[in-house]
Every structure is written in C-alpha cells, then in structure tokens.
T-cell receptor, first 112, second 115 residues
Framework: KQEVTQIPAALSVPEGENLVLNCSFT??????LQWFRQDPGKGLTSLLL?????REQTSGRLNASLDKSSGRSTLYIAASQPGDSATYLC???????????FGKGTKLSVKP | GAVVSQHPSWVICKSGTSVKIECRSL??????MFWYRQFPKQSLMLMAT?????????EQGVEKDKFLINHASLTLSTLTVTSAHPEDSSFYIC???????????FGSGTRLTVV
C-alpha cells in the first residue's frame, strides 16, 4: 500500500530565505508526482507536476525534483515571501485513472 | 487553464438530512472525477472515482449507499451525503481529469458541518 510522508509537518522561516520541503513515498511504481498549495479552508492549487519519466520541474521560484528509485521528492522555494504561507501537499499518482495519494502536508509560515 | 467549480463552498445541515455537492468542469470535458475527503490535520483521502455514464468505484470503507455519486455528463458530477451525521462533518473536494487535461484540477472544496 502506497504511503506518502511529508517532513517537516510545519516550518516557520523569515522572509527571503530559501527552503526545502520533503516528500517520500513507499512504492516507487508511480505515474507522476504533484505538489499542491492549500490555503486555509480553500481548495488546492496545483504548483508542479512531475511525470514518472522526469526528474524535475521548475516554475518561477519553485523547483521540484523527483527520485523514483529512492522514493523521494523535494520542493525548493527560493526567496520566500509572506504570500507563500500555506500548506504544501505532495501527492503521487498511483493509478492509471489518475487518483492521487496525498501526504499530510507541510504548513509553511513565512514571517515578514 | 482548466477550471473546476464546486458548490456550495460551505454548508451546515441538521443530522439526518441529505446534502448535495456539485462539481463542474467549466472549460473541459472531465471523463473522470474524483471525490476526496479531508478530516482536520489529516491528508486528503480518496472516497470514490467516477467515470461519466458508469457507476462510481468506491474506496474501501466508504459506504456507497451513504455517499451517492452521479456523473451523468462530462461536465458535472455530484456527491450526495445521505442521512448526514456529525461524523460526516469534513472538507469534501472534487478533482477532474480528462484525456486532454495535463495534471489534475481541483474544485475549491466544500466544508460540511452536520449539527
């Protein structure tokens, strides 16, 4: 059974710092891996999608890497801003139909 | 980009009543829709997968007679929580995918509180 773990559960950093969020999964047979942002009481915003054949994706200040063999992914956020404060979710695509298995998330707080 | 509209965003209902949540894909045809549930401080858990025109596939432990899913068209799926109880209070969120859609698009979620 696929399990997704995110470390740390919470993180507080001063504005401007670079930071790394970690995600690990137990079964390397994944279709893809996706990082989302969730604001309190709101839905999910897709940040980056990495297909199983890819090793990384970049969008603006965000960079996500994928190492299938070790079951790990990292989300790197450069020059963090208060507006980055949110819960970041990692999810692996585990089935051919596209269902996702989520981690519990990392709650990020960026202090001005 | 792909947009999924989910309504209502929040609902409070009395125990024993039924609540319907709608999920619409606005600018693409969603061949498959997923319904997730998130309890406080827990991860999103898949409840069921629905394909247009066919019965939904429920995850283990999810009562299909309690959580009725209808995916009658390529742009609309509904989740009805029947005879709701306080333990059904949760955050429900839908996701849609299509052959042409790259990645998964999520609705904004529905906060259900049963009193």
């Amino acid at each position: 059974k696929q399990e997704v773990t995110q470390i740390p559960a919470a993180l507080s950093v001063p504005e401007g710092e670079n930071l790394v969020l970690n995600c690990s999964f137990t079964d390397s047979a994944i279709y893809n891996l996706q990082w989302f942002r969730q604001d309190p009481g709101k839905g999910l915003t897709s940040l980056l999608l990495i297909q199983s054949s890819q090793r990384e994706q970049t969008s603006g200040r965000l960079n996500a890497s994928l190492d299938k063999s070790s079951g790990r992914s990292t989300l790197y956020i450069a020059a963090s801003q208060p507006g980055d404060s949110a819960t970041y979710l990692c999810a692996v695509g585990a089935g051919s139909q596209g269902n996702l298995i989520f981690g519990k998330g990392t709650k990020l707080s960026v202090k001005p | 980009g792909a947009v999924v509209s989910q309504h209502p965003s929040w609902v409070i209902c009395k125990s024993g009543t039924s609540v319907k949540i709608e999920c619409r894909s606005l600018d693409f045809q969603a061949t498959t829709m997923f319904w997730y549930r998130q309890f406080p401080k827990q991860s999103l858990m898949l409840m069921a997968t629905s394909n247009e025109g066919s019965k939904a596939t429920y995850e283990q432990g999810v009562e299909k007679d309690k959580f009725l899913i209808n995916h009658a068209s390529l742009t609309l799926s509904t989740l009805t929580v029947t005879s709701a109880h306080p333990e059904d209070s949760s955050f429900y969120i839908c996701s849609a995918s299509s052959v042409a859609n790259y990645g998964y698009t999520f609705g904004s979620g529905t906060r259900l509180t049963v009193v």
